[in-house]
């Protein structure tokens, strides 16, 4: 079945760790985004990538890194400087970055900060 | 002012009935908007997605667009438990790149 797979759905972290959440689609589409949610506060743009080797910062970038060398992956790197990691991270795609395409989500990954 | 209005609820409401979801933009320029199911500790469902105004209807569900007014909602007739779950609204413009949500609204559907 065609979606999108994020890894893993659980994970700890100790204060001043990177980590790596995978986020990897095989619906063919363009454009891949990376977005937080914390309660009460909606979802978050952290990072989207319209096309291969391409990445834009969205509103709340700082503290997290990217890339996108290949189509169907997108893995987003949470780093020690991000202040307030804790949260549920949802990657999603879109068949074009602009245009008419709806947009597609994981099933999430929660870090939590120990 | 947040560019996509929404409330959160909670709204609570007998088995079978039906539940009016709504959202309010504040940007003219929206033409495409959606509307997604999250239940807790999952990732967001796209349940409908509609251009302009108009209705669309799917199955217990019909999105309304109303762009005089930039307000949308989301109808769920015969409501059932398994409708339990927040519901987000999201839109975007056709040259954008980005996409906008509300915050959702919580809904239980009480047996």
């Keep these: ?114 | 002012q947040k560019e996509v209005e929404q409330d959160p609820g909670p709204l609570s409401v007998p088995e079978g009935a039906i539940v009016s979801l709504n959202c309010t933009y504040s940007n003219s320029a929206f033409q495409y908007f959606m509307w997604y199911r999250q239940y807790s500790r999952k990732g967001p469902e796209l349940l409908m997605y509609t251009y302009s105004s108009g209705n669309k209807e799917d199955g217990r569900f019909t999105a309304q667009v109303d762009k005089s007014s930039k307000y949308i909602s989301l109808f769920i007739r015969d409501s059932q438990p398994s409708d339990s779950a927040t519901y987000l609204c999201a839109m975007r413009i056709n040259t954008g790149n980005q996409f906008y949500f509300g915050t959702g609204t919580s809904l239980t559907v009480i047996p």
């Design chain 1, 1 to 114: 079945d065609g979606g999108i797979t994020q890894s893993p759905k659980y994970l700890f972290r100790k204060e001043g760790q990177n980590v790596t959440l995978s986020c990897e689609q095989n619906l063919n589409h363009d454009a891949m985004y990376w977005y937080r949610q914390d309660p009460g506060q909606g979802l978050r743009l952290i990072y989207y990538s319209q096309i291969v080797n391409d990445f834009q910062k969205g509103d709340i970038a700082e503290g997290y890194s990217v890339s996108r060398e290949k189509k169907e992956s997108f893995p987003l790197t949470v780093t020690s400087a991000q202040k307030n990691p804790t949260a549920f991270y949802l990657c999603a795609s879109s068949i074009e970055a602009s245009g008419t395409g709806e947009l597609f989500f994981g099933e999430g990954s929660r870090l939590t900060v120990l």
